[in-house]
């Protein structure tokens, strides 16, 4: 499975930084990630139709053009290729309708309108603004933005979410027990970690890199409580502004504010 194993590749680079903390890298972390990303592009990337084969058991190849290949964004584990190749599908005719983003290509033999959350007709709650996060922190702006358009109706139809989505029409999945998820957090992680760029780093400090959208030029983001600090965000136009405490800070999108 390309989505897995690729997800595997960020796993292991964390891992390995996460030795280095400690005192005690471990190479061979590294180095099994380099493997493993050699082994995808050799083995299961397909030019032709800028997609991964899976693989079963038995080593027949298949295309799944499945939602979750896109959480391959910002691992470091698709090369340029690749990210181009993934993101020529992202259009009406396969993922994407005016309500959101599809779990399965409309394209794909085995879509089913019927299972919203991983057949086609939508997708579960958390995976279209994980992915739209995921695109802001890869570079991928505008395309993150297109993802964020098509379900800002959820804000404004639905008092609380459910565990899936419909994506070509205003609806959500009825015949589930989990008619509000905990996961409609991944919502609040996209506009906090990827639209407003906001990264905690790991020597206590705070790295704010703002991708305001076009539908919204004017932001305000109050109260952030974060590594012991306290902060408000504006945003207007091409222009941000910070405050913490008595301490003010003023740049533009695209040059970042650290917060020490």
């Known amino acids: 499975m390309p989505d897995l194993n690729?997800?595997?590749?960020?796993?292991?680079?964390c891992?390995?930084?996460?030795?280095?903390?400690g005192g005690k890298p471990e190479p061979v972390l590294l180095q099994r990630a380099a493997d493993l990303k050699t082994t995808l592009k050799e083995?299961?990337?397909d030019p032709?139709?800028?997609?991964?084969?899976?693989r079963d058991d038995q080593g027949h190849r298949d295309l799944r053009y499945t939602i979750q290949m896109y959480k391959l964004f910002g691992s470091g584990v698709l090369d340029p290729e690749q990210e181009s190749g993934l993101l020529s599908h992202l259009n009406e005719n396969e993922f994407f309708s005016p309500f959101g983003f599809h779990s399965m290509?409309?394209?794909?033999?085995a879509y089913d309108q019927v299972d919203i959350d991983n057949g086609g007709g939508g997708s579960c709650t958390c995976f279209p603004p994980q992915i739209a996060e995921r695109l802001?922190?890869?570079?991928?702006?505008?395309?993150?933005?297109?993802?964020?358009?098509r379900i800002l109706w959820w804000g404004e139809k639905m008092p609380y979410w459910g565990d899936s989505i419909v994506a070509n029409e205003?609806?959500?999945?009825?015949?589930?027990?989990?008619?509000?998820?905990?996961?409609?957090?991944?919502?609040?992680q996209c506009l906090l970690f990827g639209m407003l760029g906001i990264e905690a780093l790991p020597d206590g400090r705070i790295r704010v890199d703002p991708h305001p959208p076009a539908f919204a030029s004017k932001i305000r983001l109050k109260g952030l409580q974060m590594l012991g600090k306290s902060f408000d965000?504006?945003?207007d136009g091409p222009k941000f502004t910070i405050c913490e405490g008595k301490r003010f800070f003023q740049s533009t999108v695209g040059h970042p504010v650290i917060l020490e």
Do not use: H
């Open 105 to 109: 290509s409309k394209l794909d033999p």
């Open 233 to 235: 965000l504006e945003i």
């Open 136 to 149: 802001y922190k890869a570079g991928y702006c505008q395309q993150a933005e297109d993802i964020l358009k």
């Open 48 to 54: 032709e139709s800028s997609w991964f084969f899976f």
């Open 6 to 13: 690729g997800r595997r590749y960020w796993n292991y680079l």
């Open 170 to 188: 205003m609806e959500y999945r009825k015949d589930t027990p989990l008619q509000c998820t905990l996961d409609g957090v991944a919502v609040a």
């Open 43 to 45: 083995t299961l990337w």
């Open 15 to 21: 891992a390995y930084k996460i030795s280095e903390w």
